[in-house]
């Protein structure tokens, strides 16, 4: 079976750090690409992050100041998700995603960033930033 896992989520408070972790727990298949999405109440689910087997990553234009920075460790089929300095705006579910169809990696282009390109997922963990 395919199960992917969400872990460390909780409440923080703003301009502290959080780290969210996937881990690909049934490893049925490999994923050429995992990523996160978000979904904030009464919202669409949105593009966070990602990052190919190879460990090429993406990250959302808005959030690559430095407060957002994925990360995997192919050895405990694992991706991470380091959040410094969350704001209140980033209070989500965030979500765990793993594409099994094939994507050729290209330095400097992004990896798949849309919901319908992925094809698994987890079931999300919650993540709210106290001001």
């Known amino acids: 079976q395919v199960e992917l896992v969400e872990s460390g989520g909780g409440l923080v408070q703003a301009g502290g750090s959080l780290r969210l972790s996937c881990i690909n727990s049934g490893r049925a298949i490999n994923f050429y690409f995992m990523g996160w999405f978000r979904q904030a109440p009464g919202k669409e689910r949105e593009f966070v992050a990602s990052i190919s087997e190879s460990g090429i990553t993406t990250v959302r234009t808005d959030l690559q100041k430095g407060r957002f920075t994925i990360s995997g460790d192919n050895a405990k089929n694992t991706v991470y998700l380091q959040m410094n300095s969350p704001k209140f705006e980033d209070t989500a579910v965030y979500y765990c995603?793993?594409?099994?169809?094939?994507?050729?990696?290209?330095?400097?282009?992004?990896?798949?960033?849309?919901?319908?390109?992925?094809?698994?997922w987890g079931q999300g963990t919650q993540v709210t930033v106290s001001s």
């Open positions: 995603a793993g594409r099994q169809r094939g994507w050729t990696p290209l330095p400097g282009a992004p990896g798949p960033q849309r919901t319908y390109e992925y094809d698994y």
